[in-house]
Every structure is written in C-alpha cells, then in structure tokens.
C-alpha cells in the first residue's frame, strides 16, 4: 500500500505571496491532519480533515486554510506569508473512525522557505 | 504550553545496549500514546503506541511502559542498533497529536 505523498517537495516564496500544499493519504484513510514543524515551536497541529470538513483546529490565525476532496486528498493553503511561516509541513493520514483512530502516518513533508 | 515533554534532547548509546527514552505529560485527558521516528528531511515514522487502558506495549525490539499516575511513558529499545540512530518523538493524543520536542538518540558501534 503505497504511503502518504505531499507535493511539492519544497517551496520557496517572498513575503506577502500565498501557497499551496498538496496531500494523498493512505489509501482507504479518511483524515487528513497538517502540521507545522518548526526549529523553536517543534511540531504543532494545524487541523484535520474528515470527510470534506474540517473536524479539529489548532491554534492558528486565519491565514492557514486548508480543504479535503471527495478522494480524501487534502490541500493546505497560506496567504499573505511572514518570514516566520518557514517550516515543515507535514501531512498525517488515519482511518478517521474506529479503535486506530490514533494512529497517523506521515508524509515526507512540504519544506517551505519565505524569504 | 507544553502537554508533553521529553527532557532529555540527547541519547548515547552503544551498540547491543538498552537505549531508554522518557516522557512526561500534563494532560489527563491523552488516551493514546505513540512514539515515532523521524531521519532529517522525513516525515515521522510510527513506531508504537499505547492505549491509556494498558501500562505495556511491546513490538520487536520495542517496548512501551505507561504510568498513568505518575504521567509518564518511556520507551525502550533492546538491543539497541546503528539504524536507530534517529529522532525519536513522544505524541499523546486527545483529538489530535501533541508532540514533544524529542530526543536524538545516536547509536556507537
């Protein structure tokens, strides 16, 4: 079964411009959870996706937005960059429903890099 | 604020030896434990969890202990290998994955 993909790899952009990251889950994996790994914050929750809407919400301004298709593919966008938004994306899949609803696996991640 | 913590930044360890990474947390309301892997330039790799409901988990080499009273798990790898070499991530999850800061464990031939 193949794993969880993100595109593009890497991503690099000026102050002010938006982006968007791609996600393909696990196959059969319904949630879609983003996270931003960053050098001083380490790894913090976005939000998560679970049949077209958005089910959770972390402690992010309204600049970070994402979406979930009818396929369970996910993208994340972010407008109006800061500097500070330079970071690992990381995209996580689960099942979404039932006792492994814990369990994510992650993609390689989107490094984006504001400059 | 911190939910979940692993104090230690740093682990060696030589080869064929037990190597003991800890994790504290503040949140009673985590029902599942995990620990993941990550390499530099990867996402992270899961490697075992743990329901709140249990204190032991074991799978291969690793072995997860959870002490629900004191709010403490610790994983253990035995014998230890130069693969292992790696960050190594506590996550407690509610509705979501609260990561700790993890622990760069490096393994000596």
Known sequence: ?115 | DQQVKQNSPSLSVQEGRISILNCDYTNSMFDYFLWYKKYPAEGPTFLISISSIKDKNEDGRFTVFLNKSAKHLSLHIVPSQPGDSAVYFCAAYDYKLSFGAGTTVTVRA
């Not at chain 1, 001083?40 to 996706?49: D, I, N, P």
């Not at chain 1, 979406?67 to 500070?84: A, C, D, I, K």
């Open chain 1, 1 to 115: 079964k193949a794993g969880v993909t993100q595109t593009p790899r890497y991503l690099i952009k000026t102050r002010g411009q938006q982006v968007t990251l791609s996600c393909s889950p696990i196959s059969g994996h319904r949630s879609v959870s983003w996270y931003q790994q960053t050098p001083g914050q380490g790894l913090q929750f976005l939000f998560e996706y679970f049949s077209e809407t958005q089910r959770n919400k972390g402690n992010f301004p309204g600049r970070f937005s994402g979406r979930q298709f009818s396929n369970s593919r996910s993208e994340m966008n972010v407008s109006t960059l800061e500097l500070g938004d330079s970071a690992l994306y990381l995209c996580a899949s689960s099942l979404g429903t039932g006792g492994e609803v814990h369990e994510q696996f992650f993609g390689p991640g989107t490094r984006l890099t504001v400059l």
